[in-house]
Nanobody, 122 residues
Framework: VQLQASGGGLVQTGGSLRLSCAASGGTFSRYGMDWFRQAPGKEREFVSRISQTSGTTYYADSVKGRFTTSRDNAKNTAYLQMNSLKPEDTAVYYC????????????????WGWGTQVTVSS
């Protein structure tokens, strides 16, 4: 499975961005779709998960109420809508595909895409 994230950019505090993750080369509906992020000097951290078919979503506490993940299985695409952005949301954002069920622990996806930079200015 190949994954390509897009939609990053520079935005002011309080602004919004919508990231997309286009998948190819596999059966998209088989995979839970994750978003991770990595800020400079920090470890990569889990942001969100949307399950394969039920659409159940999970979020890191730091983004709950501000970020929304969704998917369109017909378009083989996952999304991350980010609202009320803060400078601490600045990071490279990665999408990933995971065949495993979400357990509450940080997922270990099967496939990773290239990241997209999100920068939130204060």
């Amino acid at each position: 499975v190949q994954l390509q994230a897009s939609g990053g950019g520079l935005v002011q505090t309080g602004g919004s961005l919508r990231l997309s993750c286009a998948a190819s080369g596999g059966t998209f509906s088989r995979y839970g779709m994750d978003w991770f992020r990595q800020a400079p000097g920090k470890e990569r951290e889990f942001v969100s998960r949307i399950s394969q078919t039920s659409g159940t979503t999970y979020y890191a506490d730091s983004v709950k109420g501000r970020f929304t993940t969704s998917r369109d299985n017909a378009k083989n695409t996952a999304y991350l809508q980010m609202n009320s952005l803060k400078p601490e949301d600045t990071a490279v954002y990665y999408c990933a595909a995971d065949t495993s069920r979400y357990t509450g622990r940080q997922p270990t996806p099967d496939y990773w895409g290239w990241g997209t930079q999100v920068t939130v200015s204060s």
